[in-house]
């Protein structure tokens, strides 16, 4: 069984600070792990993914992510953020060859920018 | 690109009719997924499908069935609409079981059921 947990689901940034959302997963076999972005009224996007190469994981947008297996952790960050920055995020953790390949999803994180 | 069209972006309908949402993935996907979203509770998996006329239940199926007769079409069926299926609903696909899992979302249908 595999389950995600996204610290705050509410996360307020000054335009140029640092943008920081956690999530942490559990997972009974070595996990692959993704960060999605969804803008108002917009599908899901992928910003990044971990499939078991380097841990530190860049993504789009200037994104990027580090695994730490001794901390079950896949938290998210970019340097300095940007009003385009505004929306919400989810961090899913998948089971590799499983039927169906089926994610599952933290309950996700809205981010706001202040100018 | 990955192109994953949902039938309607927004959808107006009366408690206790039938209805019916489309997803149409255009890049030979094995697998296809309904999720719900909901604020507070994240994307909910409703049904998911790995092949053609095969489908398997998620966390939440009540009051909701699913049809794959062809492999790039995947449709939700709600028998009897009813006020608490109110939601946004997301389609999704991924390549197959040797993947990686990444899947690839449609733009969603906000459901209104009065």
């Known amino acids: 069984a595999q389950s995600v947990t996204q610290l705050g689901s509410h996360v307020s940034v000054s335009e140029g600070a640092l943008v920081l959302l956690r999530c942490n997963y559990s997972s009974s076999v070595p996990p692959y792990l993704f960060w999605y972005v969804q803008y108002p009224n917009q599908g899901l996007q992928l910003l990044l993914k971990y499939t078991s190469a380097a841990t530190l994981v860049k993504g789009i947008n200037g994104f990027e992510a580090e695994f730490k297996k001794s901390e079950t952790s896949f938290h998210l960050t970019k340097p300095s953020a940007h009003m385009s920055d505004a929306a919400e995020y989810f961090c899913?953790?998948?089971?590799?060859?499983?039927?169906?390949?089926?994610?599952?999803f933290g309950g996700g994180t809205r981010v706001l920018v202040k100018p | 690109d990955v192109k994953v069209t949902q039938s309607s972006r927004y959808l107006v309908k009366r408690t206790g009719e039938k209805v019916f949402l489309e997803c149409v993935q255009d890049m030979d996907h094995e697998n296809m997924f309904w999720y719900r979203q909901d604020p507070g509770l994240g994307l909910r998996l409703i049904y998911f499908?790995?092949?053609?006329?095969?489908?398997e239940k998620g966390d939440i199926p009540e009051g909701y069935s699913v049809s794959r007769e062809k492999k790039e079409r995947f449709s939700l069926i709600l028998e009897s609409a009813s006020t608490n299926q109110t939601s946004m609903y997301l389609c999704a696909s991924s390549l197959s079981r040797a993947g990686v899992g990444e899947q690839f979302f449609g733009p969603g249908t906000r459901l209104t059921v009065l």
């Open positions: 899913a953790v998948s089971a590799p060859k499983a039927a169906g390949n089926k994610l599952t």
């Open positions: 499908s790995y092949d053609v006329k095969m489908k």
